[in-house]
């Protein structure tokens, strides 16, 4: 029996590095190569009931700079996590690695430069994230979302593989003549606040929609929330008699994209080309602490394309309640966005990737 290609996954954090990685291990165990994804804690939290694909677990850390014992702590995890590495590459070899971003895929990817492993990173973002700034002199390639990606010096230019939004297939197969969302009598808005729920959407946002009620807007709500506020928000919204559905972090949520004819989102760049690949137009609210801004970088990103409208959350209170408003009135200014983000598609983002990847693997050294 023929021994499978071994190709390792290294990701963790939040949802946006995690989904993508997964849905790459997927693509590959599909394929016939021996796929294994490799995270930390909060990684392994989204992951930990997918039973179809191995997944390993390994302490990671950021570095943390609030205080001289935060910082060395946070280096002896980063060193620890690093030598914890070295013997597992040691131990299984990989043909290739994949680093998906944020600091749980770094010690992985230099403990792959001290074996002389090769390793590919992927950024989804509009700026490069540091782990990949710091990972990308060492790095076979840097796959990216987006031509327009800042932040690489031009010396590193040939390192550069666009390839997509690396969705979902279920995303890739979404059946867009089933949805309902040409029906535009009613605006039914779907609240997304990527893993980390928005807390502040729960806070903020049902203020505006008791607004859009008092000026007989017809509005249908679908919003993601932490556990602690299903029951304030559910008591809130059948108090002012609007229709609603709350929910809490699902990995399921294709399921409300044929439910709804918009979004209120975050900014992280997963979501996003999730969005424009269901033809859902929606309205950006960057995350304003995100790291080097790059939530809004995305939001800047989209509007300029007229994928999408975009609001800072400081202007949060008037300008939101004023695009609805107007979204009422004229139904066109979201069926525009449609017409604009049907002409995009990732649909072939796996395939850009095979044909690197063999390009990578056809090579000698």
């Given at each position: 029996m023929t021994k499978k290609t071994k190709i390792l996954i290294a990701t963790g954090g939040t949802g946006g590095h995690v989904f993508p990685a997964y849905s790459l291990a997927n693509h590959f165990a599909s394929n016939n190569y021996d796929a294994e994804l490799i995270t930390d804690h909060r990684g392994y939290n989204f992951l930990k009931n997918y039973k179809n694909l191995k997944i390993n677990k390994i302490i990671s850390s950021p570095l943390i700079k609030k205080n001289i014992l935060k910082i060395f702590i946070s280096i002896f995890k980063i060193l620890y996590s690093i030598f914890r590495s070295l013997i597992y590459l040691i131990m299984n070899r990989p043909k290739i690695i994949f680093g998906m971003g944020g600091y749980s895929s770094f010690?992985?990817?230099i403990a792959a430069t001290i074996l002389k492993i090769k390793f590919i990173i992927y950024e989804n973002n509009l700026i490069i994230g540091k782990a990949n700034r710091y990972l990308l002199p060492f790095a076979k390639k840097?796959?990216?979302?987006?031509?327009?990606?800042?932040?690489i010096p031009g010396k590193y230019n040939c390192k550069v593989c666009e390839?997509?939004?690396l969705i979902r297939k279920e995303i890739i197969n979404f059946d867009k003549k089933k949805d309902e969302k040409n029906n535009l009598n009613e605006i039914k808005i779907l609240v997304l606040g990527g893993s980390q729920a928005a807390k502040v959407f729960a806070e903020k946002l049902p203020q505006v929609f008791k607004r859009c009620k008092e000026s007989k807007i017809p509005l249908k709500i679908y919003q993601q929330c932490l556990k602690n506020q299903n029951e304030q928000l559910s008591i809130f919204y059948k108090n002012l008699?609007?229709?609603f559905e709350i929910f809490n972090f699902s990995n399921n949520i294709v399921t409300y994209f044929s439910k709804v004819n918009l979004a209120?989102?975050?900014?992280?760049?997963s979501m996003l080309g999730e969005l424009i690949n269901v033809n859902l137009p929606f309205i950006s609210l960057p995350l304003p602490s995100s790291a080097d801004n790059h939530q809004l970088k995305n939001a800047l990103y989209y509007e300029k394309k007229n994928f999408s409208y975009l609001i800072e959350e400081k202007d949060l209170d008037n300008k939101l309640f004023n695009l609805i408003k107007s979204i009422n009135e004229d139904k066109f200014l979201i069926e525009k966005i449609r017409m604009k983000q049907s002409q995009y598609s990732d649909k072939n983002v796996f395939n850009n990737i095979n044909k690197q990847v063999k390009k990578i693997f056809d090579e000698k050294n």
């Open positions: 010690p992985i990817c840097i796959f990216v979302s987006y031509k327009d990606l800042e932040g390839i997509g939004n008699n609007i229709d209120i989102t975050r900014s992280g760049a």
